[in-house]
């Protein structure tokens, strides 16, 4: 695990709680030594080297919860190791996967991106919409987020957030534009985590649409509990949908969804890759 912030030292927890991962490792430059702390209160060895800690262990899968900016060189220093890389930042860089739309990848790629929270949000519910029309044009996707649940290398990328959430909606469903906007909301009490989607998309059957996105939603409920599609509309060619993630498990605040939902998506895609060596192995 590169990074001790709460999307960090959650994810320690969650792979110690895995049937088939565990944390042997928590590197960072910048958190602080009581961020650290807890992380070895979690079982976890614990460095402030960074990256240069990292490449000196003995693992099998890296967890990038660091910042944008600083993933390439991780993704440079670990490119020759026999590890998968999973960016939990929005570097755009490696593939684009949601458990849901394309997880198999995580079985053969080496370097995966989580996209963002949004993406991991929206994602599922846009690949819907794609396989149950004929062609889905604009699509605006707005993110509204606590600001207690939004850290500082979070706030540091927004601009990446916005990009790669993005490109990640058209290359992933074949939209030709895609916009996407974010709240970070100071209000109290703190809001969920939600995501509104806004799209064109010719040819959809609503009941079928209906069927696919209620079925979408039950599948991301496995690493993601606290996930709703709560409202869902078809008017012509226009369809509108709302998804609200609360956080259920662990030491999350419930109004933390963003961090539920992509840290549930690292473990899910990660134990699909832990699980493909020991098959491999066995073979």
């Known amino acids: ?7 960090g030292l959650d994810l320690a927890e969650r792979l110690n709680a895995s049937p088939v991962l565990s944390c042997e490792l928590v590197a960072s430059r910048q958190s602080s030594a009581s961020a650290l702390r807890r992380a070895a209160q979690l079982g976890c060895e614990v460095s402030a080297e960074g990256i240069t800690a990292v490449t000196c262990a003995d693992v ?8 944008a900016e600083a993933h390439p060189a991780h993704w440079a220093a670990l490119a020759s190791a026999d590890v998968l890389l999973v960016d939990l930042t929005p570097s755009s860089g490696g593939s684009m996967l949601t458990p849901t739309v394309n997880a198999v990848r995580a079985e053969s790629d080496r370097h995966l991106s989580l996209v963002s929270c949004g993406g991991q ?3 599922p519910v846009l690949d819907a919409i794609a396989r149950n029309s004929e062609r889905v044009e604009d699509v605006e996707v707005v993110t509204t987020v606590a600001s207690a649940s939004v850290g500082p290398a979070t706030r540091d ?3 990446e957030y916005l990009a790669t959430t993005g490109y990640a909606v058209e290359r992933l469903t074949g939209a030709t534009r895609a916009k996407v906007l974010a709240t ?3 209000a109290l009490p703190a809001p969920a985590f939600r995501a509104q989607i806004t799209t064109c998309a010719y040819g959809i059957q609503p009941a079928a649409l209906a069927d696919a996105v209620e079925a979408a939603g039950a599948a991301v409920r496995q690493y993601a509990p606290g996930y709703e599609v709560s409202a869902l509309s078809v008017d012509d060619d226009l369809v509108r949908a709302t998804v609200t993630v609360t956080a259920r498990g662990g030491r999350l605040p419930s109004y933390a969804g963003n961090v ?3 840290n549930g998506a690292a473990v899910t ?6 699980r493909s060596r020991e098959v491999g192995h066995r073979g």
């Open 60 to 67: 099998d899968v890296v967890f990038d919860a660091s910042s």
């Open 260 to 262: 539920e939902i992509i």
């Open 269 to 274: 895609l990660a134990e699909r890759y832990a």
């Open 121 to 123: 949000a929206v994602l």
């Open 1 to 7: 695990m590169i990074g001790a912030g709460m999307l």
């Open 184 to 186: 970070i909301s100071p």
């Open 157 to 159: 990328n927004l601009d």
